[in-house]
């Protein structure tokens, strides 16, 4: 993608420009003073091309010449030059992989502002999936270890490998982000997957929403026709469930989130279902 560029290209020009006319005024001194280096920085114009990006500058051999070059202002009319042509370079952007564009902000002729974005390219051939991996899991995980991946509905799977994990733990979650890279021509960006990643064995462990623990590490039990708030143990947590520990067989638990539940609360059971016990997290 290209950005208009012609004022700005303007003025690396007349940056160039001067920095040859400044070299260009020294050259009879140094034909007097100087006539051992006088060549090479006769060479040096020369060869320089104003449609051309400016070449360096010639090796200074002496004390008496670097201090001669230097104060005329040619090292920093050079260097100015230097940074100007960097900036010009990023007006042209170039994707470093081929892809699609996904989205367009922008249309030929408009007015764009610094740190303006301007679209969305990617590789539709590599993704990456994020996951939340509670912090006691992280010694037994490790870059390059394969990953089974499913979609929501579980009827199609993929094999992806932990590409990236990050060093910092989420204050909240306590939990580390784990980045799981997957090849496959069926998948398309913003597709959700679930990850099942071979960590670690628990027993006698039940997944229920997020939603249902209260202050991280309590749930709501129906006992009797009544609500009582029973403390657990959280092992693992994903984006919408935790994996909990502490509960017996057969006890009740809450469906869904109640507005204004306390202990205590009289509730009327109209139905319930099986949760499946968790062996592995």
Known sequence: ?????????????????????????????????????????????????????????????????????????????????????????????????????????????????PGQKLGEFIDPSVYELEVSIAKKYSDILEIGKNVELSTLEGDKTYEGTVSRINGKVNQETQSIRVYITVKNSE????????????????????????????????VFVVQDSTLNLVDVNPVYFTNNTVVIKGLEDGTRILSANVPGAYSGMLVKVEGQRDLIKKGQS
């Open 187 to 218: 998948l398309s960006e913003g597709m959700y997957l679930e990850a099942y990643l071979d960590a670690k064995d628990e027993k006698d462990a039940i997944e229920i929403p997020r939603e249902l623990l209260v202050e991280r590490s309590k």
């Open 1 to 113: 993608m290209s950005i208009d560029a012609e004022e700005y290209r303007a003025g690396v020009q007349s940056a160039k420009s001067e920095l040859y006319n400044i070299i260009t005024s020294i050259m009879p001194d140094l034909r007097l003073d100087y006539p051992k280096v006088f060549e090479k920085w006769q060479n040096y114009l020369n060869g320089f091309d104003m449609s051309k990006p400016v070449p360096p500058l010639p090796e200074t051999e002496t004390e008496q010449e670097r201090y001669f070059i230097t104060g005329r202002g040619i090292v920093s009319a050079y260097y100015n030059v230097k940074n100007l042509e960097e900036r010009l370079a990023k007006y042209s952007i170039v994707a470093p992989y081929d892809g699609i564009l996904t989205e367009a902000l922008v249309n030929r002729g408009t007015l764009i502002r």
